[in-house]
């Protein structure tokens, strides 16, 4: 069966197994509601700070995104859209009049969601970013049964009745890294500080100083049984392992250096590997 290869959420997305028509179109669909760069639903919210009668979805995304927030002390935070358009991450909403935005980042907990009204919080607006993405792949892989791979550009989620192989590109363009995984359901996710770079820097913000995220490391993957966990510890990972403590249980991460050193998470540090150039 030849894989369903489309492009959608700013990647190209390669789906393999049975249904995989209906997940495309349950990403195309949700991808309308959820993002930034086309008009939907969130750009609106982000041009008038507050949306009533906002579709079930985008609530839904945005309690992951704060849930998430609220786990991670606030490193994770869905209220970065100024700190992103500061560094040049722009998108749809810039090309509407819409309500200024600080360059700050306000915080996650001046969010209000209930089912009849989101409100923002002054000058605050939204990136639901990866919490975003891989909470719309999950949502999507429902609709797939028996041996699959949902592959969005670098959130990957597998299921296989038996064991199986992924391999984690290299930040450089060496050689990629084989991950052999057992026999059930996994979520792999790899984030870069490389890719998608701003002229103000890497599009992961730091809530800390609204700047680009200053890391030792320039790419990450996580493996866990859950993709929005593994897509949020390899963001995590960028602030420190003290930070991952909490959400790294039974989880596999590697992470690559600016030497190109590979490293493992261990012990609750990360230690090297190989040395890959």
Not at 64 to 83: M, Q, S
Not at 153 to 180: K, R, W
Request: glycine share 12%.
């Amino acid at each position: 069966m030849r894989p369903t290869i489309f492009f959608a959420l700013g990647t190209w997305i390669s789906i393999e197994g049975r249904g995989a028509v209906a997940a495309r179109l349950e990403i195309q669909r949700l991808e309308g509601l959820l993002s930034r760069f086309q008009p939907s639903p969130l750009t609106e919210l982000n041009r008038a700070g507050e949306l009533k009668n906002s579709p079930p979805e985008l609530r839904l995304a945005l309690r992951h995104a704060l849930r998430v927030a609220r786990a991670t002390g606030g490193l994770i935070t869905p209220t970065v859209l100024g700190a992103l358009e500061r560094i040049g991450y722009l998108g749809a909403s810039l090309r509407e009049a819409r309500r200024p935005l600080t360059p700050g980042v306000p915080s996650w907990q001046q969010v209000s969601v209930e089912r009849d009204l989101i409100r923002l919080p002054l000058g605050g607006g939204l990136d639901l970013g990866g919490t975003g993405k891989s909470l719309i792949a999950t949502l999507a892989a429902r609709h797939l049964s028996g041996d699959f791979t949902l592959d969005a550009g670098g959130d990957v989620l597998l299921q296989s009745q038996g064991a199986c192989e992924v391999a984690v590109s290299h930040p450089y363009g060496l050689a990629p890294l084989s991950l052999h995984l057992p026999a059930g359901h996994w979520g792999v996710a790899t984030s870069s500080l490389l890719t998608r770079q701003q002229r103000g820097g890497a599009h992961l913000i730091d809530p800390r100083t609204a700047r680009s995220v200053q890391s030792r490391f320039v790419q990450v993957t996580a493996v866990t049984s859950s993709l929005t966990r593994a897509e949020v510890l390899s963001k995590l990972a960028f602030f420190g392992p003290e930070h991952l403590s909490a959400l790294d249980a039974g989880a596999q991460l590697l992470a690559f250096d600016a030497g190109g050193v590979v490293y493992l998470l261990s012990g609750g540090d990360f230690r090297p590997l190989e040395r890959a150039v």
